[in-house]
Nanobody
Framework: QVQLVESGGGLVQPGGSLRLSCAAS????????MGWYRQAPGKQRELVAA???????NYADSVKGRFTISRDNAKNTVYLQMNSLKPEDTAVYTC?????????WGQGTQVTVSS
């Protein structure tokens, strides 16, 4: 089993920045992909950004150039730096880890972008 604990959400004004962290623990050996998904009220969950163990990254078109995902393999932690935040970025952000055929999820952290 893999446990994921997120931190860093909150309320920020449009144009502001936040950094999310997700620490993995437990049976972390063999985790290949880690990433962040988000779900806004009334919308489906969508992939925001993902990173492989080799640091290849993938971003949703809506966040390219504004968000940066990074990974510290020694700490089993993935980060999501979010800049130039927009009201439409408001959502619950959830960390994901993939190991073999299994997906593990964190509890989610609320990000609200509002003036």
């Amino acid at each position: 089993q893999v446990q994921l604990v997120e931190s860093g959400g909150g309320l920020v004004q449009p144009g502001g920045s936040l950094r999310l962290s997700c620490a993995a623990s437990g049976s972390v050996f063999g985790i290949s992909h880690m990433g962040w998904y988000r779900q806004a009220p009334g919308k489906q969950r969508e992939l925001v950004a993902a990173i492989t163990s080799g640091s290849s990254t993938n971003y949703a078109d809506s966040v390219k150039g504004r968000f940066t995902i990074s990974r510290d393999n020694a700490k089993n932690t993935v980060y999501l730096q979010m800049n130039s935040l927009k009201p439409e970025d408001t959502a619950v952000y959830t960390c994901n880890a993939r190991k073999l055929i299994y997906n593990y999820w964190g509890q989610g952290t609320q990000v609200t972008v509002s003036s």
